[in-house]
């Protein structure tokens, strides 16, 4: 996984768990599902901290932005005998790939 920081500390933790994307922060635990999200173009995805301390993708509401992930576009292989498209779906050697950018927490650091 590639993470970069934007800002000083404090950041959210980012860890992983099978094809799970795990960010905690203040003891809240945000799961994104990388096999369950990834399509056949790149998906950004951006993690805030809402009004009531937790974390979720509601960018409307959300107090400060804790993360951005992007999910690269699945590997698209072809049989060339049937012509049939398939697939790959992701796995955790996956995350070498995927680029997390972790921001200063301004609000709600429980501190």
């Keep these: 996984m590639r993470i970069s920081y934007m800002g000083d500390p404090p950041y959210a933790t980012v860890s992983t768990t099978g094809t799970y994307l795990d960010i905690q922060m203040n003891g809240k635990l945000y799961e994104i599902d990388c096999r369950e999200r990834q399509k056949t173009i790149p998906v950004h995805i951006d993690v805030v901290l809402n009004a009531d301390g937790s974390l979720g993708e509601d960018i409307a509401h959300g107090m ?3 993360a ?10 072809y049989d060339e005998e049937t012509g049939e498209a398939h697939q790959q779906d992701f796995t955790p050697s996956d995350f070498d790939k995927v680029r997390v950018v972790l921001w200063t927490i301004i609000s709600g650091t429980g501190e």
Excluded: G, L
């Design 64 to 66: 400060d932005y804790v």
């Design 68 to 77: 951005n992930i992007d999910i690269p576009a699945a590997i698209i292989s």
